[in-house]
């Protein structure tokens, strides 16, 4: 006969929510109390896919080690390359051409409408509607063609590196990249027809998840995730690197707070990177693509800290130099893993359906979470 | 506010502090007892309001642990780094995640990948690393995975 | 008052859903918008970019000759280990000793396609291919040779 | 022009020529079972096919094309892989519970094939009460599911089961009430007699507002009781991974997915049947000559086309919306949907007492 069905004494439903789960994107393991559909406390494991990035990188040359981290939030991995060529810069205080700082600038924000259109296809799968995955598809495809042709490569490009970029953009980038501008102003009015302004999904994300923007900041969360609690937390308007300060573009505030807000913040910074991109696109300037480097790249001794804002919020590489070739100790300060902490606290009390809208609006990516 | 502000507005809160200079942000060194009664003046001090943890770090400096915490205040929009100098053989130091929440999950993190224990931590378990693990410190210099290490 | 607001809120509703069915309806009837690309079949035409990164080869001309000169700046590029170059030495006519390529071993199963060793080799003598289809049944295929049998350095390169 | 009338009529009488009243009742009845069966097959095959096909285009894709022309025989080959699949039986699930319970989906799916009218005089069992008969046999379905997940030891099966059991119990009500509304308008619970009542005309156009709304709550009510997106709780997959069969694999599990698409197919020939007409050709009142005109249609082709009609629009649904939540899915019924359809009947029986409709 059926044995009794775990509960504990007061008669809470513990459930394992992964580490296979079509919900959690990847090998998160989430252990949620439940009582009956309420959910009472929700305790992230992590580890699955640990791959101990930050010891890897110890051992890697500052030229090398780059390319690992677009491993991490495998979405932005040109921003995580290029938070990590910025932070070896800082240290050799190597002046980036401005052509360089141009095309990266675009690639970033290439990224991120990349990141975006996976994140929001993900979400309406998450939440029942499949349709809107492929529809997502479509434009990423877009963009991934792009990549291909300039970066060589479609979700780990390594094209970023310390003093510029690896190769100069192709011939065809440029048009390319109106041809994509010009398509997706079109397209992204039928994400909201087609998801936005449904009932059913207004109904399903309305209210829930909310969080405080003191809570916000406490849990250290960034990214969309802040700014939809009305948190200014765009490093790019913040703290400006490369080009960003004299482009025109908003910092996106919502001040909702719940799923909705996050959600909202999201379709409306796809088109604040179109924005920037059309500022672009006709403007690359001319010149080198690479600064001049040696050939072998010795920090000096001493700590830099650079952030930028990845597609998830505030990226930081941490690098304490001892004035070898490989660095002492890194860290990344990665915007899923605060993103994740704060996700008992935003769940927690609501049904189990709510969890899956929040934890679909906090966008997170596991091997960001594990690195 | 300035870092000269800054330094003076800390040293009046501790007066033993000792700063660095030389990085991007000012530099605090501290000692393990130091750190929570600073901690907490550093969250509530109107000119202050650090109230932002926004990078939690440990650096094995094969002498000694130092725990590395970056501090941002959102609203005043100053930084402070606050160096914590630990025991490498018995690292302990006070918890700050009721300070900032955010450190909940981040000394975990540092639990198991140093070995440092925080005192007072609500929930001071295996975060990362699987089960049975205790005892070996992954992310420590002289720590070697026997089964895994691929030597470059 | 109540009536009205509540025929209001159920008739936005309708609307919204409406919408959603037309795009989709839309995409139902058009089958020009389809995406698919049947990808065996489709072969013939697929045509990547000369940038795309799929394996490091070795550029051989017709004379059997490649430009490597055996520096294993490409196996000190590498970041995972892919590459590891084994010299030997040459004499030349003039009974000079030479060091020179023996083999260019290429551990495929390790490659990351990051690019590191094709910017690091100063004579120009590995390039990517466009090759994506890298399955075999067995591993040890994808460790390759790449210099090939009976190659030697082309004139002039240093 | 040979209609099912005749075949039938002709096998009735040779069998009863050759064999007595008693072994002729027993072998029709063996054909019967036979037939339905085979229809069950058939359709389990083309409408997975159709539900692939239907999402392919609405997502921008090609669908099903590798297996025979045009991926014609994807379904077969699915079906195919699901006999060959080893059916696992989880450690500690309840056995007996968990073998049954596809059979029990199965066959109340099978027993509400009895009554529907498939074409003119081609009805397995022309019952009285026919359509009481479907509201109480639709009803058994849940149980089937219910078993299924508590069976399981599993718990996403039992709280899938659970949802399931909630939603179908809430929603059979205004399903009910909907299907009152054409009996109110009818005066008869007979099939047949349902259907030769909308011989001037169907009661969607015949029965003015009140039709037209009971129609739109019967549609959503049995896409709530089938189980099918925006209202497939029971199975959520992002939530409960599969819901209440997440334990079920090869032909248990097939057997499920039969089901649901058994049940989809019967409730939209029950919608068909109510709102369009079952098998009655389009007519408009009196008018003899375009009557005539609709009448060379075969009544087969009239039926199956507004049953795939509704098919289609269901699986519309599904590509469109996304899930409700569990505690929306109930307001949504106890809120809106009962409230509107008693109302409705109240209107109904106005109309039908005073005559108004056509």
Sequence with gaps: ?371 | MTSEALKSTITALLPEAVFEEGGEWLALQLVPEQWRPLALQLRQHPELGFDFLFCVTCVDWKTHLSMVYHLRSTKLGHHLVVKVKLDRSNPAIETVSDIWRTAEFNEREAYEMFGVKFLHHPDLRLLILPDGWEGRNPMRKDFEDPVNMIKL | MFITNYIKEVWGAVKSLAKGMKLTGYYFTHHKEIITQEYPDNRAELVLPERFRGEVVMKHDEHNEHACTGCTACELACPNGTIKIITKFDISPEGKKKKALDTFIYHLELCTMCNMCIEACPTDAIKMAQNFEHSVYDRRQLTKKLNRPGSKIREGVE | MPSFENITNAIHTWLTTHLSAGWAFFIELVLVGVAAIALFAALGLVLVLMERRVAAWMQIRLGPNRVGPKGMLQSLADTIKLIMKEGLTPEGADKFLFNVAPYVVMIAAMLLLAPIGFARNLQIWDLNIGVLYISAISSISVIGILMAGWASNNKYSLMGAMRSGAQIVSYELSAGLSVLAIVVLTGSLRISDIVQSQETGWWIFKGHLPAIIAFVIFIIAVTAETNRAPFDLAEAESELTAGFHTEYSGMKFALFFLAEYINIFIVCAIGATLFFGGWMPFHIGHWDGFNHVMDYIPSSVWFFGKTFGLIFLIMWFRWTFPRLRVDQLLNLEWKYLLPISMVNLVLVTLVAIKQWHF
């Excluded at chain 1, 580890?47 to 930050?54: P, V």
């Excluded at chain 1, 050799?92 to 929001?120: C, G, K, N």
């Design chain 1, 1 to 371: 006969m059926v044995e009794e069905i775990g509960t504990n004494e007061e008669g809470e439903l513990v459930i394992n929510m992964g580490p296979q789960h079509p919900a959690t994107h990847g090998v998160l393991h989430l252990v949620v109390t439940l009582q009956g559909e309420t959910i009472k406390k929700i305790e992230p494991h992590l580890g699955y896919i640990h791959r101990s990035i930050e010891k890897m990188c110890e051992s890697l040359t500052y030229r090398q080690f780059s390319y690992v981290t677009s491993r991490m939030d495998y979405l932005s991995s040109h921003i995580n390359n290029h938070a990590c060529a910025m932070c070896v810069e800082k240290g050799l205080q190597v002046e980036v051409p401005p052509r360089a700082q141009v095309i990266r600038v675009m690639v970033d924000e290439l990224t991120r409408i990349a990141s975006h259109e996976l994140w929001w296809g993900a979400m309406a799968m998450d939440l029942g509607a499949f349709t809107p995955f492929f529809h997502a598809f479509r434009e990423r495809e877009n963009i991934n063609d792009i990549m291909e042709e300039t970066c060589g490569a479609r979700l780990t490009m390594n094209y970023i590196v310390p003093g510029g970029v690896m190769a100069d953009i192709h011939p065809n980038f440029q048009k390319r990249v109106k041809s994509f501008i010009e398509l997706f102003r079109s397209k992204i009015d039928e994400y909201d027809e087609l998801v936005t302004g449904n009932i059913i999904f207004q109904n399903r994300m309305k209210g829930v998840g909310w969080i405080s923007a003191e809570d916000v900041v406490s849990y250290g969360c960034t990214g969309p995730v802040a700014r939809a609690s009305g948190v200014h937390s765009d490093i790019r308007k913040l703290f400006p690197y490369e080009i960003y300060e004299k482009l025109q573009f908003n910092e996106i505030l919502e001040t909702g707070g719940d799923s909705f807000a996050r959600y909202m913040v999201r379709m409306r910074e796809l088109r604040e990177s179109v924005h920037i991109l059309e500022q672009l696109v006709d403007n690359i300037p001319e010149g080198e693509f690479q600064a001049k480097t040696k050939a072998v790249l010795k920090l000096p001794k001493g700590e830099f800290y650079q952030r930028v804002e990845t597609a998830r919020g505030e990226l930081g590489v941490y690098i304490v130099s001892e004035g070898a070739t490989t660095p002492y100790r890194i860290k990344f300060r990665s915007p899923g893993f605060a993103n994740l902490s704060a996700l008992d606290h935003i769940a927690a009390g609501g049904k189990l359906g709510d969890l899956v809208a929040s934890m679909g609006t906090l966008d997170l990516v596991i091997p960001d979470i594990d690195r």
